[in-house]
């Protein structure tokens, strides 16, 4: 722990109560990548109860001194790091989780395949098994506790996975840059492309969807309106079948709290329409071209290498496998987890909103939301015993809250910040590259900087994408601006021509997602969403990480 720590000046519109006073001496940061807005309580107990405990399992099965702790304040989520061990074996036990993480990237991958993913399927499996509507109050209710136990499994199974995620990637990075020169960093990640992921898979979908849509008489009056019905009636089972196997997911950063494309379609069908629009090419075309540029880069770099004693030969091999591997389980867990278990944990909550709808205790099923899963589990002992309950008073205050708190732009961190380096390992330079670390802006208004993080120089009209709800507003060729974007976004990075967030680096779902599209990104600007506004005409430099406003 550092001697000298430094409290951090609260600003005046975000006050904090603590739920102990010994918090306010501790580190707390904002992860604006993953939950970027304010959320209701539900979702802040998901967070904590079912992501967070996966988490902890996950650092205690590697053996890190670290355990994560997270409070919802102001209806925004924070964690905090704790220690696990006494100060004085804080060093060993941080080498020695350092040492089994690195140790277990080469079986991930395996385990993935072959045990993780299996046991995922098996839990959604069960989900769906599950009859809601006709299920009693009191197995719904047990139903209800065992959705966050299972979540949390789920998220254990994630936190396992993690190491693979961003490690290699900046192993591979590191070891690029030593063998071919600092400047290179950027070019290395182009090797790592995956040679397909569940995202690729979803936007090929959504293509075939729209070619179908293009291949219609009538088409084009549907498409120019941009009535969802008429669109939803041309498309009837075929875009149900989409649905019922991609629509468990979705992308407004509240977790499980979200909608998902199954009961609120309009980002899929805004993104059909943009697709339809063009005779846009087959996307597996265009990754095939990008799949080619990546074998011709890794053929060059063989090349320059060959003279290398074979241990380094190896190294290279090996760290670009665990690389590529990486890449592709960026999406794929994400598919299957994040979104896919998330989808059924919010079922359960939505059909539990929906019996106390029934009773009058809130007003609507979404309400539920606003109640903490041992009010909710509470409210359904009373229910199931026949007693009456009333929560719409509550859930109107917690509605006011998280209303007025959403248009407060709440601090990254609080507390007391520690000082002094962070331990400098490969998991932490892999953290930082994934999550991004802060970039210092200038003096001229009309430049916004950033972390480079797919190349490219373009130029066109800047479009503010704050969530998917704003598909609509993208079109060919725009400048997608986004505080971050998710798996969701995906079929997105084919309409937009280049991609500005707020957050996130170089190892990003964003940076990731755009050198898969080989389109330019700029990632973790701080504030491109504030800084560039809507319409504005602005060149994108992938490679400088800048973006000027021409206008």
């Not at 990075?173 to 070019?187: I, N, Q, V």
Request: glycine share 8%; charged share 25%.
């Amino acid at each position: 722990m550092n001697s000298n720590p430094q409290a951090i000046p609260l600003p005046n519109d975000f006050p904090v109560e603590w739920d102990a006073p010994e918090d306010a001496n501790r580190y707390w940061t904002r992860d604006r990548m993953h939950q970027p807005f304010a959320m209701p309580i539900l979702a802040g107990d998901f967070f904590q109860l079912s992501t967070g405990v996966g988490m902890n399992l996950a650092h205690e099965h590697y053996g890190r001194p670290i355990r994560m702790d997270r409070s919802l304040i102001n209806c925004y989520m924070f964690a905090s790091v704790r220690m696990a061990v006494p100060p004085a074996e804080i060093p060993k036990a941080g080498r020695q989780g350092e040492q089994n993480t690195l140790a277990a990237l080469p079986t991930i991958w395996e385990r993935w395949e072959s045990e993780w993913l299996p046991e995922v399927k098996e839990l959604l499996d069960a989900w769906d098994g599950f009859d809601l509507v006709g299920a009693s109050v009191q197995s719904l209710r047990d139903h209800l506790s065992e959705s966050f136990e299972k979540s949390a499994r789920c998220w254990h199974i994630h936190f396992l996975l993690a190491p693979l995620i961003s490690g290699p990637s900046s192993i591979f990075r590191d070891l690029y840059t030593d063998l071919f020169g600092e400047d290179r960093g950027l070019e290395s990640h182009g090797l790592t492309l995956a040679e397909d992921n569940k995202s690729l898979e979803t936007d090929r979908e959504l293509w075939v969807l729209s070619q179908y849509l293009r291949s219609l008489e009538n088409f084009r009056p549907v498409v120019d309106t941009g009535n969802d019905e008429d669109l939803r009636e041309l498309l009837g089972e075929r875009l149900d079948q989409f649905l019922m196997t991609y629509g468990h997911r979705s992308g407004d950063g509240s977790g499980m709290a979200g909608l998902s494309w199954i009961e609120e379609p309009s980002p899929v069908l805004a993104t059909i329409r943009a697709y339809a629009r063009t005779d846009s090419p087959d996307p597996r075309l265009d990754h095939s071209e990008r799949l080619a540029d990546r074998d011709r880069l890794i053929d060059t770099a063989r090349e320059n290498v060959a003279g290398y004693p074979e241990s380094v030969r190896e190294q290279f091999d090996q760290a670009l496998i665990l690389a590529q591997q990486g890449s592709r389980l960026q999406e794929d867990h994400a598919y299957w987890i994040d979104q896919q278990t998330n989808a059924r944990t919010h079922y359960v909550t939505m059909e539990a909103g929906r019996r106390l709808v029934n009773i009058g205790a809130i007003g609507a099923a979404e309400d539920v939301n606003h109640l903490g899963l041992n009010e909710i589990l509470e409210a359904l002992d009373r229910l199931a015993a026949g007693d009456g309950v009333d929560l719409n008073s509550l859930v109107q205050e917690r509605t006011a809250d998280l209303e007025y708190w959403s248009k407060i732009d709440a601090p990254v961190e609080i507390g007391v910040r520690p000082t002094g380096a962070r331990p400098d390992t490969a998991t932490s330079r892999g953290q930082a590259r994934f999550f991004g670390t802060p970039v210092e802006q200038d003096d001229d208004p009309a430049t916004v900087h950033g972390t480079p993080a797919s190349p490219g120089t373009v130029e066109g009209m800047a479009k503010i994408v704050i969530t998917l709800a704003d598909t609509e507003k993208l079109s060919s060729g725009d400048i997608m601006v986004a505080p971050t974007t998710s798996p969701p976004w995906t079929p997105l990075f084919r309409i937009a021509s280049a991609v500005v967030t707020d957050a996130g680096g170089v190892l990003s779902h964003c940076a990731i997602v755009a050198r898969e599209y080989g389109i330019p990104a700029v990632v973790g600007t701080g504030g491109g969403t504030s800084n560039i506004k809507d319409g504005q005409q602005v060149l994108v430099d992938g490679d400088a990480g800048l973006i000027r406003i021409l206008d």
